[in-house]
Each structure stands twice: as structure tokens, then as C-alpha cells.
């Protein structure tokens, strides 16, 4: 069964440091998305990203983060300048169309520690 | 705004016995979407179902079931002869139709299924 994979599984990053996520989503899927789940806490919404631009974000998502999809297979999540409040785990997220539709399947996750 | 409750936080029971999983959510909108993922100590996030706001059937896959009822804004989550496999963090969701597919998650339930 096709999956979304995310690389790499741990990031141990310094503070201050720029730090790229990568997902490949499953490929017949159109859209894409990033959340974040803190240590303990729940899921959370980063980003959403159809059509080669971002459809919507959350409050989260400031300036220091940003996606890409720059081959037409990868999906990255740039964080630009990291705190310690970036770690966290972060998971992308691919459907075939919109979420009310299809569900959403995830990847297995990337831990992102800061320093 | 839309909005999902997990008022369970932990829950501990013993193999074969029977459990559900409490989820309340709040949206104006009439028509949405509730999801049930599973979080086992791996990490990734598991997609079980998807329930649209018209189709209040409940459902039943093996020894998973669900009751969907709008008069109480709920969509309860039963596990039946639970077994030590079962023991995760289970997360119920939602997305309304207007959202883009982004999905609000409540806080989570853990399970923990002893031998």
C-alpha cells in the first residue's frame, strides 16, 4: 500500500539553526499538509499546500516557516531561524483530494529536538 | 470555531474487556467530517475512519465500532474484547466541509490495554 514517507526520523538541530523536513507524499495525491504534535500534547495544524501554493495556515505558521514542493514529488518544511518551542514532531500529511473527502493519511513522523 | 473533546485522558483496563473512547466536538457548519487515528508507542498516526455529518449509521469493523449521534455532538469510539495491541493514544478529529481539509484534533485518549 502507497505511504507517505518522511525523512529523516530524528533531527537534532542547535538553536538558531535552519532546519528542512522532507515528506514525499503519495503520488496520485493533490494535497499536502504539515502538523505538529508537542511532547505530550496534541495534534496540531501548520499548513496547508495545493496546487503548488499554500491554501491555508495557522497562526503557528509564521514567518520563520515556509513549504515547498520543489520536484513535483518532495514536500518540504523550512524553519528558518529554530527555538527550543520548535521541538516537536512533525508529521506531513497527503489526500487525494480535499480532506472532507478522503482522509488524510500521515507519514510516520519526524523528530525535531533543538539544542 | 470548530472544536474537539477528548475529556478521557488516560484510560487503563484489562485484556477482553470492553472500552469506548469518549469524543465531543463543536462546529457551525452542517456539513463535516469526524475521524478516529490511532498513535500506537511507535509514533505515526494511524487513519481507523471517517464519518461524514449525513450519514449517522454506526459502524462496526471487527472489533472496532462506532456511534455517531448529531443530537449530542458525539462520536464515540468502542473497542470490544480489547487486547495488548490496542494500547495507543487514539485521536478523534474534525473537518468541516469549508476547511480545506484541515483537521482539528482533540487531545487524545491513551489506552492501555494490560495482560
Known amino acids: 500500500e502507497p505511504e507517505v514517507t518522511q525523512t529523516p526520523s530524528h533531527q537534532v538541530t542547535q538553536m538558531g539553526q535552519e532546519v528542512i523536513l522532507r515528506c514525499v507524499p503519495i503520488?496520485?495525491?493533490?494535497?499536502f499538509y504539515w502538523y505538529r504534535q508537542i511532547l505530550g500534547q496534541k495534534v496540531e495544524f501548520l499548513v496547508s499546500?495545493?496546487?503548488?501554493?499554500?491554501?491555508?495556515k495557522s497562526e503557528i505558521f509564521d514567518d520563520q516557516f515556509s513549504v515547498e514542493r520543489p520536484d513535483g514529488s518532495n514536500f518540504t518544511l523550512k524553519i528558518r531561524s529554530t527555538k527550543l518551542e520548535d521541538s516537536a514532531m512533525y508529521f506531513c500529511?497527503?489526500?487525494?483530494?480535499?480532506?472532507?473527502?478522503?482522509?488524510?493519511?500521515f507519514g510516520d513522523g519526524t523528530r525535531l529536538s533543538i539544542l | 470555531a470548530q472544536k474537539v473533546t477528548q475529556a478521557q485522558t488516560e484510560i487503563s483496563v484489562v485484556e477482553k474487556e470492553d472500552v469506548t473512547l469518549d469524543c465531543v466536538y463543536e462546529?457551525?457548519?452542517?456539513?463535516?467530517?469526524l475521524f478516529w487515528y490511532k498513535q500506537p508507542p511507535s509514533g505515526e498516526l494511524v487513519f481507523l475512519i471517517r464519518?461524514?455529518?449525513?450519514?449517522?449509521q454506526n459502524e462496526i469493523s471487527g472489533r472496532y465500532s462506532w456511534n455517531f449521534q448529531k443530537s449530542t455532538s458525539s462520536f464515540n469510539f468502542t473497542i470490544t474484547a480489547s487486547q495488548v495491541v490496542d494500547s495507543a493514544v487514539y485521536f478523534c478529529?474534525?473537518?468541516?466541509?469549508?476547511?480545506?481539509?484541515?483537521?482539528?484534533f482533540g487531545q487524545g485518549t491513551e489506552l492501555s490495554v494490560k495482560p
Open positions: 500529511a497527503s489526500s487525494e483530494a480535499l480532506g472532507t473527502h478522503q482522509p488524510q493519511h
Open positions: 503520488s496520485n495525491h493533490l494535497y
Open positions: 499546500f495545493y496546487n503548488n501554493e499554500i491554501s491555508e
Open positions: 462546529t457551525r457548519d452542517t456539513t463535516y467530517y
Open positions: 464519518r461524514n455529518s449525513f450519514d449517522e
Open positions: 478529529a474534525l473537518t468541516d466541509y469549508n476547511q480545506g481539509g484541515k483537521l482539528i
